[in-house]
């Protein structure tokens, strides 16, 4: 199973068997000796898709909650 988990103010993380492709598919080799791949959404990684941290410094702020969901 993928989990994609939306972090308060930060990357989009992915739990489970992925694979992410460029858009010729071209395979991204995600950061090693990490359990989950984190993935920009602030825009402003240079590792990008991955998340480098710098969401941390930007002052990206993206607190949305899903309405009507419910937790696992
Ligand atoms: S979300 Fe972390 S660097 Fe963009």
Redesign the pocket.
Known sequence: MVTIKVREN??YVVTGPVTITDADGALYTPPEGKPNI?L??????STKPF?????NANG?LAPERASGGEAP
Request: charged share 15%.
């Open positions: 930060g990357p984190a920009c959404r602030c825009g402003g990684s998340c480098d941290g710098t969401h990206f």
